[in-house]
């Protein structure tokens, strides 16, 4: 026996078998769940049908869960308060530690709060899904300060719901340190608050930013041009938040190389600055046929600069092709001007220049309805209809 078990050693056979079976006991073991946490992956798998995955991180952060009875407390409660079965999924996979709340001395006493605030129903939940911090702060030191001074600024429990659910990071910051001295700030230079609400709803960030980078921004504005009272200034604050400086002057090199000199750039900027957003291939593409299609001066877009603003499919290439078949038929005498044709509503434009002339060119409210949609825009494609 001996013999044989040396020269089973000496073929490596006995080790390899020892190697493998060591081997495939450790990736086993690796893959089994703590016995800790086998308890709530269980619960989190079964009772709210969440990945494997899902559940081995969540379970990480309830690690003090020894039962499930408190998990069941909450799930009962959140239910009471209108949560359905995803929504209450969705918060425990953004907070697991939910499960471990007290019912009666923590979760109770903020969702009553928050009916007091307002909100109720699938308000209330929505509330709560796109900001859970709600459940994770003291809430009268906390919560209600912010939310009562969100509510003052935009005037009703719907606009909020709106922005909390857009912004799900707006709870976060501190009234004291970013938001009261910003406002302050847009204040003392002269924005009214009708502007300020405005603000609020289509930009926070800017009034989320530390107090002495709003203040230097404002100075540079300033420096360009737009005065404080203007309505540009607020976009020109926004445009500024969302590029760089350095973004800025490319932007400012850019269009010079298309025939803008500094002057037309600034220009074009204290009268509409989100025209800067444009991207540098849509705004080769817009100018090309602005001037050299429909024969709009280079100088007139900078004093004009929201012609860059419309969709060059959806509005300009059409509208202008409409108003070239209603002169080549007598139907509109004279120069028109973009600007003014192009501002029209939608409701307007067909309105006036389509339905008004649908007896003569009966055709072309087709085309234009068609056409105005992003698909392709063709003079020939006009002229084979005219036919």
Known sequence: MVLLLKKLFRSNILYSCTFRFSTTTTIIHSKTVPKSHSLVVDYLLSRLGFSPEKAAWASKHLNHLKSLEKAETVLYFLKSYGFDESQIKKLVSLYPQALCCDVERTLKPKFEGLQ????????LAHLILSNHMVLRCNFERNVRPKIEFWRGILGSVELLCKLFKAKQWLLNFSLELRVLPNLALL???????????????????????????????TKKIEGMGIPHESSMFVWALSILLRITMTRFHA??????SLGWSEVD?????????????????????????????????????????????????????????????????GLYSGNFSLGYIM????????????????????ELLD?????????????SGLKQKEK
């Open 251 to 256: 932007k400012l090199e850019f269009m010079k």
């Open 116 to 123: 007091g605030l307002g909100f109720s129903g699938q308000e």
């Open 265 to 329: 750039f600034l220009s074009a900027f204290q009268k509409n600055p989100i025209f800067l957003t444009v991207s540098e291939t849509m705004m080769k593409k817009k100018i090309d046929f602005l001037v050299n299609k429909a024969g709009c001066k280079l100088s007139k877009l900078a004093r004009d600069p929201r012609l860059l603003m419309f969709s060059l499919d959806k509005r300009l290439v059409p509208r202008h092709h409409v108003m070239q078949v209603l002169k080549s038929k």
């Open 187 to 217: 204040r003392e230079v002269g924005v009214p608050d009708k502007r300020i609400t405005l603000i609020v709803q289509r930009h926070p960030r800017l009034i989320l930013q530390k107090p002495e980078y709003l203040k230097a921004l």
């Open 343 to 362: 501002s029209h509503s939608e409701k307007k434009f067909v309105k006036n220049y389509l339905i008004s002339h649908k007896e003569r060119v009966p």
């Open 367 to 379: 085309w234009y309805i068609a056409n105005s949609k992003g698909g392709a825009h063709s003079n």
